[in-house]
């Protein structure tokens, strides 16, 4: 018996061995039709191949549909037998769209799960009319012991101090709980993108050796809570910008950054209250001789321009408005919607050059050095930097490769070559050992050939 072809409600896979895969066929489904089907040990031809079905097998995949899809669904799962050979068939439903598999959200066409855009997420919330489903507002698979309690009091007093809240600090699930943060004893996405760690919340921040993205002198990555990676972030470039010394005829002198503070912050306050988290994508700080850019995977809203909001009054628009009124509650947002007219002032008055640029992959903030500063010795800051929770993940010529993969697809010796200022027999023994490793696979020949991520290696990036 043949069970005839993949369609946009179902789904084939040859065993449980493709359990991930089978979460975000879920998803795409759902998101596109609410509803549909899917069949463990059927071959995507149709053919049944069966596999061993145990108790054991089937409560694995009712845990792996409850721990890794957003919001969640209660699915019927069964073994079936299909010419003689032992099936799992899931049959599944919701209406609660946008869904989201290990963080990102997908669509289904035809027999593809295709990772949704930022846009068509947005249009999709829309359509639902069910503004609670941002990813902000699910349930995340966190809960009210995982929060940083030094640094959730640290918010309380700061916001309490500002005037903003009335809530004085009792115990993490009060506070949590009055701030709207959580769902029973699990925290909503909001809370845990705030004061909670997860590998999708993240920084990566680089020094370059030059004014191009190849060569960078150092390079380090930090996951936590929002709250403290903009300090760390801040840190970073404040410890790797240049310093004057100004002498205002009091006896202490006064140090002035090349690129205001002020701007800085701001801008990468911006970056993670903007961000899409849903993409799983890092926020990132590249530190150039000629510039500094801060990155931001969220895209700019559609039909606007970064003037609009600097030079007239347009109403904010929020991807993440719960996380905004959080930072708003402490001052580390002024007010909503002014973030971009607040860096634009700050560099005005500083004189600064600076740039917003918007990308297909998200928004980009480029403050100019001056020829002048650039090279000048850095005279340090009187304020140390903040020391990370985390020491930074080590960083080897593999590091660097996967890094590149996995923002731009695929890396050829030729750029393998250039971005690890290596020689060519160098170059190409590293890219063998990933290969024989299983980190790498070959695509083409010869001068044609390219290097892409294992499928493993891509979903860390979706």
């Not at 010419?83 to 049959?91: L, R, T």
């Given at each position: 018996m043949?069970?005839?072809?993949?369609?946009e409600?179902?789904?084939?896979?040859?065993?449980?061995g493709?359990?991930?895969e089978?979460?975000?066929?879920?998803?795409a489904?759902?998101n596109?039709?609410?509803?549909?089907?899917?069949?463990?040990?059927v071959?995507p031809d149709?053919?049944?191949v069966?596999?061993?079905?145990?108790?054991?097998?089937?409560r694995?995949?009712?845990?792996?549909?409850?721990?890794?899809i957003?919001?969640?669904?209660y699915?019927e799962?069964?073994?079936?037998?299909?010419?003689?050979?032992?099936?799992i068939h899931?049959?599944?439903?919701?209406?609660?769209?946008?869904?989201f598999?290990?963080?990102?959200?997908r669509i289904?066409?035809?027999?593809e799960?295709?990772?949704?855009?930022?846009?068509e997420?947005?249009?999709?919330?829309?359509?639902?009319?069910?503004?609670?489903n941002?990813?902000?507002?699910?349930?995340?698979?966190?809960s009210v012991?995982?929060?940083?309690?030094e640094?959730?009091?640290?918010?309380?007093s700061?916001?309490?101090d500002a005037?903003?809240?009335a809530?004085?600090y009792?115990?993490?699930a009060?506070?949590?709980n009055?701030?709207?943060?959580?769902?029973?004893?699990?925290?909503?996405?909001?809370?845990?993108?705030?004061?909670s760690?997860?590998?999708?919340?993240?920084?990566?921040?680089?020094?370059?050796?030059?004014?191009?993205?190849?060569?960078?002198?150092?390079i380090?990555?930090?996951h936590?809570?929002?709250?403290?990676?903009?300090d760390?972030?801040e840190?970073?470039?404040?410890s790797?910008?240049h310093?004057?010394?100004?002498f205002?005829?009091?006896?202490?002198?006064a140090?002035?950054?090349?690129?205001p503070m002020?701007a800085?912050?701001?801008?990468l306050?911006?970056?993670?209250?903007?961000?899409?988290?849903?993409?799983?994508q890092?926020n990132?700080?590249?530190?150039?001789k000629?510039?500094i850019?801060?990155?931001?995977?969220?895209?700019?809203p559609?039909?606007?321009?970064?003037?609009d909001?600097?030079?007239?009054p347009?109403?904010?628009i929020?991807r993440?408005?719960?996380?905004?009124?959080?930072?708003?509650?402490s001052?580390?947002i002024?007010s909503?919607g002014?973030?971009?007219r607040?860096?634009?002032?700050?560099?005005?008055?500083?004189g600064?050059?600076?740039k917003?640029?918007?990308?297909?992959s998200?928004?980009?903030?480029?403050?100019?050095?001056?020829?002048?500063?650039?090279?000048?010795?850095?005279?340090?800051?009187?304020?140390?930097?903040?020391?990370a929770?985390?020491?930074?993940?080590k960083?080897?010529?593999k590091?660097?490769i996967i890094?590149?993969?996995?923002?731009?697809g695929?890396?050829?010796?030729?750029?393998?070559?250039?971005?690890?200022?290596?020689?060519?027999?160098t170059?190409?023994?590293?890219l063998?050992?990933?290969v024989?490793?299983?980190m790498?696979?070959?695509?083409?020949?010869?001068?044609?050939r390219?290097y892409?991520?294992?499928?493993?290696?891509?979903?860390?990036?979706c």
């Amino acid at each position: 018996m043949n069970l005839g072809i993949e369609t946009e409600t179902l789904e084939f896979k040859k065993s449980t061995g493709e359990l991930k895969e089978a979460m975000h066929s879920i998803c795409a489904i759902l998101n596109k039709h609410q509803h549909g089907q899917l069949y463990f040990g059927v071959k995507p031809d149709g053919t049944p191949v069966g596999q061993i079905v145990t108790e054991e097998s089937l409560r694995e995949v009712s845990q792996k549909i409850g721990n890794f899809i957003e919001p969640r669904i209660y699915p019927e799962i069964n073994k079936v037998v299909i010419d003689g050979k032992e099936c799992i068939h899931v049959k599944f439903e919701g209406n609660q769209i946008p869904y989201f598999s290990y963080g990102v959200a997908r669509i289904r066409v035809a027999d593809e799960d295709l990772q949704m855009s930022p846009e068509e997420i947005t249009e999709l919330l829309l359509k639902s009319g069910r503004e609670g489903n941002r990813w902000e507002n699910l349930i995340s698979n966190k809960s009210v012991d995982d929060v940083d309690e030094e640094l959730l009091k640290k918010y309380v007093s700061q916001a309490h101090d500002a005037g903003r809240i009335a809530i004085s600090y009792t115990d993490k699930a009060t506070v949590l709980n009055q701030l709207e943060l959580t769902e029973g004893s699990k925290l909503l996405n909001a809370g845990k993108a705030l004061f909670s760690d997860d590998l999708i919340q993240d920084i990566q921040m680089a020094i370059f050796a030059t004014n191009e993205r190849l060569t960078f002198n150092d390079i380090q990555r930090y996951h936590g809570p929002v709250l403290k990676l903009v300090d760390i972030a801040e840190a970073y470039i404040k410890s790797n910008i240049h310093w004057r010394a100004e002498f205002t005829g009091s006896l202490q002198r006064a140090e002035i950054p090349e690129i205001p503070m002020d701007a800085i912050r701001e801008a990468l306050l911006n970056s993670f209250c903007h961000k899409d988290y849903s993409l799983g994508q890092s926020n990132e700080v590249a530190i150039y001789k000629d510039r500094i850019e801060i990155y931001n995977p969220g895209t700019f809203p559609e039909g606007f321009d970064p003037k609009d909001f600097i030079e007239r009054p347009e109403r904010p628009i929020r991807r993440n408005p719960k996380i905004a009124r959080i930072l708003y509650y402490s001052k580390d947002i002024e007010s909503f919607g002014t973030g971009l007219r607040r860096i634009a002032h700050a560099c005005d008055e500083a004189g600064v050059r600076y740039k917003f640029k918007k990308m297909k992959s998200g928004f980009l903030v480029c403050f100019f050095r001056s020829g002048e500063e650039a090279n000048k010795k850095p005279i340090k800051a009187d304020k140390k930097p903040i020391k990370a929770d985390k020491k930074p993940i080590k960083t080897d010529r593999k590091e660097i490769i996967i890094n590149y993969v996995l923002k731009n697809g695929s890396i050829t010796n030729k750029e393998a070559r250039e971005l690890l200022s290596l020689a060519d027999s160098t170059t190409k023994r590293v890219l063998k050992e990933m290969v024989n490793e299983g980190m790498l696979i070959v695509d083409g020949e010869r001068k044609a050939r390219k290097y892409l991520l294992k499928r493993e290696e891509n979903d860390r990036g979706c």
